[in-house]
Structure formats: C-alpha cells, structure tokens
C-alpha cells in the first residue's frame, strides 16, 4: 500500500478542505489540556471539550487517540482526532514518533485526506519524528487481490510549519522512511519468490537508481574466491536458489572521506538446514534477511542523499535448506582467506556467511570501519526482548557513536559485552573454530566472539537484531511482520559521519 503524501502548509487548519482533521492535546494534573484549534473546532461541533475528555476519562497520554465526529458541520471533515502527546516536559522526538504513528492508524480506517496542526509551535526535529510516525504507522504489507479497496491515507498536511528548517526535517524524515520501508518490503516478501539471485536483482536496481556501483558474485564465482562459508550454507539449497555475494559501493568525490563498510546477513529462507527448525521456528524465517535488506536500504539512501561518506555494502545471500546435498554437523568449511570452522550445528548458518564477508572486507575493502547487522541468534531476544537491539563493539568510540544514534533515530538499542573468558569455548579439536558455544551460554555473545575473529582488528560493531527486526503486531511506529529496524540507526550515524571534520 502506497504510504501518504506529505505537505507542510502555513495556514489555519479550519480552512483545509481535508476529510479529517487532527489537533493536539497535552497531560497535566489538572487532566488533559487540548489545543487552542481544538477547543475552538469542538466550540464549531457544540461540544464541551473539557467536559467530553474528563467524562470519557482521556489522560492524554502520548498516542491516545480521540475521535469526535464531526456530523457536517467543519466542511468536506467527518471527523476531528484529539492526538494524546504526553507531559510537555516529556514530549521528546520519541513520543512525537509515538503519536504520529497512534493518528495514522487510527485516522486510516476512514481513509482520505488528514490536516493535522497536532505539531504546530514544536520543534523541527518533533516535526522530522512526528512525520516519520505518521508514514511508518501507515505501513502495510499484503499479497492480496483487493489492495486497491483497502482504506488508507492518502494526503496528510502538516499545518503550522514554514521555513527552510522545518522543510528539511521532513525531507530528511521521508527519506529514512522510505529507506525502512524498501528493507521492510525486502524483508516481508515471501520466500517462494526470495531467492538469493532475487535478493540480487533487487539490490541491482536499487544500486542503480542511486548511482552506486554493484557487482554481484554467483557460484562459481564464488568458489573461485573461496567464499566457503557461503557456499556451504547454500549447498542444500540447490542450482535453482543458489547463494550470492552482493557489493555495492557509494563513492563520493572527495579527499580524506570516511570509509564504512556495512556487512548483511542475506539469508533469504532458514530452515535450521539439517539440524531443523521446528514449524514455529520457521514461520518468521522469510525475515532472516533483514540485515541485508538494512544494508541495501541504507546504501540505497546514502546514495540518493550524497552523503560525504565512503559505503561498501556486503550482503551474504543464501538459503539454508536439508537436502542430500546440505552441509551436516560435523563438517569442516574453509572461510574466504583460509581460516576453517567445524560446524556444529547447521541452524548456526548466519555466523557462517557473515565470516566469509568480514573476512573479503578486511582483506579487500580494507575500511575504517565495518558493522554488521544481522538476525543472528534467539538469545539476543532472551536477553533484550522484542524491541531492543543487541549491539557488541571493539571500539569505544564507535559503539558510543552508534549508541547516540540509535537514540536520535528512535530505535531502542542496547551494548552487550564481549566475554574474553567465553571465547575459548569456540576453540575445536578438528579446525581453527567450531561456530558455536555451549560451556557458558550466553550465545548471542559467543556468536560476537565468532564474527570478531575475521575482522582482522578492524574497528567494528555488531548488531544483533534477531527480535527487534520483526513483529507480532503493529505497535507504534513498528509494523506487523518485518520492522526495518536499525536502517534509520545506520543512517543517523552516517549522516553524522559526514557532517563531521575529518
């Protein structure tokens, strides 16, 4: 479903012709405390509006939403929403990205045109979040035959803003939107369409379309290079969904330019290979991807926006399926540059693609820094829950700066510590390492470990979204079904990246 154009306007909400319209409204301890457009548009309904939410017991809470309907009488508007914003003293960019996304899901089942002046006398950066709610809560995706009679917003205008800075707030909103939602659709595409060659196309277009250069590797390619831990983990897939390596490169012109390397997990369908998933385990697994889809997303922004950044996008494409053909616990793969790995379980497939293009990006790229992103492993959920990002890092500076970044993009992210006493439990009788733990638990920290041990002392970070990047519901500006977690992160750091002296 298309999301809903937005438009700044400077005029008085009540002469909007929109079907709808949305005004503020702020908590107290005196009860809620509605905008000055609203009480002035209820005085046009006959309503007492303080009389009508301390009745109906509205608290005004950030995202709590009330509809008046409006019986005729404010033109071409059948309804007014009252938009819940919080205290004023809490009404940060998060609770502004809260209550634009309540006021979108709440006003599309009426569909149409919104005038909203719920922001009007905030600031741009609560414009920027509040925007983003508003277009990340109007997210939908469905494979249907009636799409076209769903309701939906189309148009929403944004009343009480002008001026350059407010202009860019949502310039910059709709362009991380529109980079969380190609990874959310990327994510959320079924597996039955989603081969790694499919991945692939995708990633082409969207390189092209923003000016990057692309180089997809195949499988013989593949094997040429010794990317083993690629091959391996696609080998039971067979000829018809075979793995790919995909590189895309942002090259801006300039000197001394910061160089970011971005590395995806590409798994476009996990089935636990030999050592099988059960059926609710498998069930999400078309979003087993969503590492890559934040890359190619987010390679994809970077381009179309120009960032003064240096980007080299890795995505490690595969499908971990049981075959005749699959690789079997017990193996032992070679890793591109020769380091080898005793698998111990073929459900720990990621770590194993990931290794394969750490390794390229240390040996080849040769970055200032490099992060990974990926839904690696189901403790990370364990131990963070559904909402919040796992983030391991080898750099103070860099886990600090992805830290703040995440806070400014509204994603929850948390720093995880890399246990130096767990890393022994990695070691193998048979190979340089085995891919996974046991001794101590902790496996997503173990899994850290792994990855670490082809960065080749790189500054790097890794993000383990394994819950984050998916949903069971929609719940504020998160989506049912893939989330885009981490694209509007990585862009936020970017985007500072480049704004700072080198």
Not at 55 to 65: P, Q, S
Not at 125 to 143: I, P
Not at 157 to 185: N, P, S
Request: glycine fraction near 12%; proline fraction near 5%; hydrophobic fraction near 45%.
């Amino acid at each position: 479903m298309p999301l809903p154009d937005l438009t700044l306007v400077a005029g008085a909400l009540r002469s909007s012709a929109a079907t709808s319209f949305a005004t503020g409204m702020i908590a107290s301890p005196q009860g809620p405390q509605p905008s000055a457009d609203a009480i002035g548009l209820a005085e046009a309904l006959g309503v007492d509006l303080p009389a009508h939410l301390l009745a109906e017991k509205v608290k005004a809470d950030v995202g709590e939403v009330v509809a008046l309907p409006t019986y005729g009488r404010l033109g071409a508007a059948t309804t007014l929403f009252l938009v819940g914003l919080g205290a004023p003293d809490a009404l940060d960019a998060s609770a502004a990205r809260r209550a634009g996304a309540a006021l979108s899901r709440r006003a599309a089942k009426g569909g149409g045109h919104l005038a909203s002046s719920v922001t009007a006398g905030l600031a741009e950066d609560r414009l920027g979040a509040f925007a983003e709610g508003l277009l990340l809560g109007s997210y939908r995706y469905r494979v249907g035959s009636d799409d076209g009679d769903r309701p939906g917003l189309r148009a929403v205008d944004l009343h009480g803003h002008a001026g350059k800075a407010a202009k860019g707030a949502l310039v910059r909103a709709q362009a991380h939107v529109a980079a969380t939602v190609l990874a959310r659709d990327l994510a959320n595409r079924p597996s039955l369409d989603k081969t790694p060659a499919w991945l692939a196309k995708q990633a082409t277009a969207a390189a092209r379309s923003a000016g990057l250069r692309v180089q997809v590797l195949d499988v013989a390619q593949l094997r040429e290079h010794g990317f083993g831990g690629v091959l391996a983990v696609g080998a039971g897939a067979g000829a018809a969904r075979a793995p790919r390596l995909i590189r895309l490169d942002h090259e801006p012109r300039g000197r001394r330019l910061r160089h970011v390397a971005l590395v995806g997990k590409g798994i476009t369908f996990d089935s636990g290979g030999l050592s099988l998933k059960p059926n609710e385990g498998m069930a999400a697994m078309k979003t087993d991807m969503s590492g890559g889809a934040a890359v190619i997303a987010v390679l994809q922004a970077a381009g179309l926006a120009g960032l003064r950044v240096r980007l080299t996008g890795i995505v490690a494409a595969a499908e971990n399926m049981p075959s005749g053909t699959a690789m079997r616990p017990g193996d032992v793969i070679r890793h591109y540059g020769g380091r080898t790995v005793e698998v111990l379980n073929t459900d720990a497939e990621g770590r194993l693609v990931l290794a394969d293009a750490l390794a390229y990006v240390a040996a080849e790229v040769k970055p200032d820094v490099v992060v990974d992103i990926a839904t690696l492993t189901g403790a990370i959920g364990i131990a963070l829950g559904k909402r919040t990002g796992g983030m391991y890092a080898s750099d103070e500076g860099l886990a600090a700066e992805l830290l703040a970044a995440a806070d400014r993009a509204g994603e929850p992210m948390w720093r995880m510590p890399l246990v130096e006493d767990y890393r022994p439990d990695l070691d193998s009788p048979v190979a340089d390492l085995k891919n996974i733990g046991g001794r101590f638990s902790g496996g997503s920290i173990t899994a850290a470990l792994f990855l670490r041990e082809f960065t080749a002392g790189l500054p790097w970070a890794h993000l383990d979204i394994a819950s984050a990047a998916r949903s069971d519901v929609d719940e504020e500006e998160r989506s049912k079904g893939a989330t885009g977690y981490a694209v509007r992160t990585l862009l936020c750091w970017l985007e500072g990246l480049a704004a700072a002296p080198r």
